[in-house]
């Protein structure tokens, strides 16, 4: 905890807690658009205050927090169900905001960056494909081919998160498919939503939720033609940027879940502490109900500890230091959220079950905490090569 975040926090937490828990029934019955007058108006709040935009630098209107500054904060915007997007730091606005102040144009930071800093416009990550294994990102379909002085760029991509209603969409495609390195065939493309052969075909119903706007996963048609200063960085950068983008972006991920990880316990243990189960006996009282308290309070306080140091290493050494310690609190705290979850619904029975508190809603949407931005068995893999590195023979000198 630094100085400044420890004098910031608690009118902060106030304002989740006074302003934000208010909207979850609404927020839970109804859609993104109908809730989204309620959202801005909450936004104007947040900017009033000076606390928009905490993880992006002062030079760009944000509060210019530290990795480990913003995880600590993230933790807190978690606890409800709109924090994030409320403070302007939703995935996937926050990693294209990224992109964009490292490698953009000053045209393309006019176009597409200062009105989405602003929260004028929402955009999208658009790289996974339905025909190609996402974990092995290199094969992919998406084209982007350079002829006079633009790209056309054509594809086929779902789980492109927040489609609906955004703006723009930041497109990975092949724009060198014979490169000799297969991680310099891929470029990033900004493409307007509004350009003619954009195509949402859908909103993919995820759990039983088709979703609408931010809160949605689109499947997308692209065949597109946009200028060639559309493209983001150098051509060929598309993986490089794509790597830079995930190593805080995993921290953000995790640090959300330690929140929402810290208000299931919080539920769970109300719900113990009130539940009567007759003869003078409370939920509290059951040893398996202790059990459950216990074991989450252990597993989130280590998920933090190790998510925070990861953050901490990231500010002091840079991502590519930090590579393993991201796997492992990746698949890790997934991990831990989907347990100190599925206890807190169990605790509740019934009321767990439906949408009267928010923790079947995090059920459904955070069961994909396991699957995106790196499966578990991708990070477990890369963390036990890491380590297996000391123990296995050298392969060349054991091969002569
Ligand atoms: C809710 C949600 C939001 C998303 N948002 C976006 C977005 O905004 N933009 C975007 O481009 N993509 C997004 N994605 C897509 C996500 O990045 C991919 O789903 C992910 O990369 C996995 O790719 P895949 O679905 O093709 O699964 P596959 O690559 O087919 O993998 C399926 C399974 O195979 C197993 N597996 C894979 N590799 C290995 C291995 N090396 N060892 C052992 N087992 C392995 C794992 O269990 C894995 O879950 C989102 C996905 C979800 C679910």
Same mark, same amino acid.
Request: proline residues 7%; hydrophobic residues 45%; charged residues 15%.
């Given at each position: 905890?630094?100085?400044?975040?420890?004098?910031?926090?608690?009118?902060?937490?106030?304002?989740?807690?006074?302003?934000?828990?208010?909207?979850e029934q609404q927020a839970l019955s109804t859609g993104f658009y109908e809730l989204q007058p309620v959202l801005d108006e909450k936004r104007a709040k947040v900017k009033a205050l000076g606390w928009w935009l905490p993880q992006v630098p002062q030079k760009w209107g944000g509060m210019g927090l530290s990795l480990l500054e913003f995880g600590i904060l993230s933790e807190y915007l978690a606890k409800t169900l709109y924090g994030h997007y409320i403070f302007n730091c939703q995935a996937p606005d926050a990693g294209n905001m990224e992109i964009l102040m490292e490698h953009a144009s000053e045209d393309q930071q006019e176009r597409f960056l200062k009105p989405l800093l602003n929260g004028d416009i929402r955009s999208? !990550? *658009? =790289?996974?494909?339905?025909?190609?294994?996402?974990s092995n990102p290199i094969q992919m379909g998406a084209r982007g081919t350079l002829s006079d002085g633009s790209y056309r760029v054509t594809g086929h991509k779902w789980y492109t998160t927040g489609a609906d209603?955004?703006?723009?969409?930041?497109?990975m495609c092949l724009?060198?498919?014979?490169?000799?390195?297969?991680?310099?065939r891929a470029s990033q493309i900004i493409v307007p939503t509004d350009t003619p052969g954009f195509q949402l075909l859908r909103n993919i119903p995820v759990m039983g939720e088709r979703g609408e706007g931010w809160l949605s996963h689109g499947e997308v048609m692209f065949?597109?033609?946009?200028?060639?200063?559309?493209?983001?960085?150098?051509?060929?950068?598309? !993986? *490089? =940027?794509?790597?830079e983008r995930l190593g805080p972006g995993r921290i953000?991920?995790?640090?959300?879940?330690?929140?929402?990880?810290e208000r299931a316990l919080?539920?769970?243990?109300?719900?113990?502490?009130?539940?009567?189960?007759?003869q003078g006996k409370l939920l509290a009282h059951k040893q398996s109900v202790q059990n459950w308290i216990a074991e989450s309070r252990a597993e989130i306080d280590a998920a933090r500890l190790m998510v925070l140091n990861t953050a901490r290493r990231i500010d002091a050494e840079g991502a590519y230091a930090a590579r393993i310690d991201v796997s492992v609190i990746k698949f890790f705290v997934a991990n831990v959220l989907q347990q100190v979850l599925d206890r807190a619904i169990q605790a509740h029975?019934?009321?767990?079950?439906?949408?009267?508190?928010?923790?079947?809603?995090?059920?459904?949407?955070e069961r994909a905490a396991r699957i995106y931005d790196g499966a578990d068995e991708v990070h477990k893999e890369r963390v036990a090569k890491y380590i297996l590195k000391d123990y296995l023979p050298d392969t060349k000198n054991s091969h002569g």
């Open positions: 905890m630094t100085p400044r975040l420890a004098e910031l926090l608690p009118a902060i937490k106030a304002f989740i807690v006074e302003e934000l828990y208010p909207l999208c !990550f *658009a =790289m996974t494909e339905p025909e190609f294994a996402g209603g955004a703006s723009f969409a930041v497109v724009t060198d498919p014979d490169h000799t390195n297969p991680y310099q065949d597109c033609v946009v200028p060639q200063d559309h493209l983001l960085g150098e051509a060929g950068s598309g !993986f *490089a =940027m794509a790597q953000h991920h995790c640090m959300r879940w330690i929140g929402i990880s919080e539920l769970l243990c109300h719900r113990a502490a009130t539940r009567s189960l007759g029975g019934g009321l767990g079950m439906c949408d009267d508190l928010p923790l079947a809603f995090w059920f459904r949407h």
